[in-house]
């Protein structure tokens, strides 16, 4: 089985070239048509903090995503080229299952953390803005926290387990992240990554090709999501890899002549408006991260396994386990549940079944109770 890098949250599979059906055009009918509406933060999450962080070149501002008022703390931690907002649906599950707070941090140089230094991407760095943080948030009265990371945030996951960077770290849990796998795929990653376009007419656009490419399956967690992953910039709508409506496939079709003079009349005005139009490209240029790939998954397993709290790893395929993880798994080292019928953002396509494990490993390790009423 061909393998496939977990570098960050992409689809399972590249989006099939030209369009998504095998037609150059798709009618969507009354009634098949989906809502692309972007969904606001606030309708999952309870509050928004900027925490400043001083370093030595200045001040570092990390955007915290933040529910619930008493428990152990969850601090997630997204994808590559994602932000907090990927754990959206999720926190909405999970608080309403167990007793807990929540905090879903945007690592550097993603979503809204603005950083002195956004090119260093690398893993020592990446963990060590994590203890700065949960520092500055709670003081001398860290609360006991367990720490859960998709893809990359779970890399980054490990290393700060491994560094001890939180001293008070109660669990650790991985999704969908195996060293193994990540390395043999690093060489077809920039293919994937060019394969994608590189900028959208309108941010329900991006939404769409979330879901249609199967990037990420749950339209109500792209909905809420993709605002994470994409920003407003200025282009031409001519400009190369620009996506009007998923690779310009899903479109009305019109009489032939009624649509040539219809273009002749905008023609004057859409050369004027060309250079001004708002379109929507990455927050994140992935392919100018590479240098660091290699960084956080290179011996991941190993620490992985070293890390002394109770462990959970979380995959879409049995077929990701590496060799070290799967001796691993066969000693006890660490709790393991397959999803299947996911892509690799797990935590967006299927919410509640990973809710529903993290819920249960925390309340068999005792650190929290289910909530009144919650039907387990």
């Not at 989006?15 to 999952?44: C, E, H, N, V």
């Not at 529910?67 to 990927?86: M, Y």
């Not at 690398?122 to 060590?128: E, G, H, L």
């Not at 590479?290 to 070293?306: D, H, I, M």
Request: aromatic share 6%; glycine share 8%.
């Amino acid at each position: 089985m061909e393998k496939q890098l977990h570098l960050n949250l992409l689809a399972s599979r590249p989006p099939i070239a030209g369009g998504f059906q095998s037609s150059s055009k798709m009618k969507m009918g009354p009634g098949r048509k989906r809502d692309f509406t972007p969904l606001p933060w606030s309708q999952y999450f309870e509050t928004i903090e900027d925490i400043e962080v001083e370093n030595e070149n200045g001040k570092d501002i990390s955007l915290l995503y933040c529910s619930g008022s008493h428990g152990p703390v969850l601090l997630l931690l997204h994808g590559g080229g994602h932000s907090a907002l990927s754990w959206a649906v999720f926190t909405a599950v999970i608080c309403s299952r167990i007793n807990c707070r929540v905090v879903a941090m945007d690592l550097r140089a993603h979503g809204d953390t603005k950083v002195k230094n956004p090119e260093d991407l690398s893993a020592d760095t990446m963990a060590k803005d994590i203890g700065k943080v949960m520092e500055v948030l709670y003081g001398d009265n860290t609360p006991p926290i367990m720490i859960i990371g998709h893809s990359m945030g779970g890399a980054i996951a490990v290393h700060t387990a491994a560094a001890n960077h939180i001293p008070s770290l109660l669990g650790l849990c991985v999704i969908d992240v195996v060293e193994g796998t990540a390395m043999d795929a690093l060489n077809s990653m920039q293919n994937f990554l060019r394969s994608r376009p590189k900028s959208f007419k309108s941010l329900e656009n991006a939404i769409e090709w979330s879901v249609k490419s199967g990037q990420i399956r749950n339209i109500e967690s792209a909905r809420v999501s993709m605002g994470g992953q994409v920003k407003k910039c200025e282009a031409s709508s001519s400009s190369p890899g620009v996506s009007n409506s998923i690779g310009d496939d899903i479109i009305e079709e019109e009489d032939e002549e009624v649509e040539e003079e219809s273009n002749k009349k905008r023609m004057k005005e859409d050369d004027k408006e060309m250079k001004k139009e708002v379109m929507f490209t990455w927050r994140v240029e992935l392919s100018k991260t590479e240098k660091y790939w290699e960084g956080w998954f290179s011996g991941l397993s190993a620490l992985f396994l070293t890390c002394p709290m109770p462990k959970l790893l979380l995959l879409a395929g049995v077929d990701r386990l590496d060799k070290d993880l799967t001796i691993g798994q066969m000693q006890g080292k660490f709790q393991m549940q397959v999803l299947p019928q996911c892509g690799h953002a797990v935590h967006e396509d299927a919410p509640e079944k990973v809710a529903d494990a993290i819920s249960t490993f925390m309340v068999r390790h005792k650190f929290t109770e289910f909530k009144e009423g919650y039907l387990c």
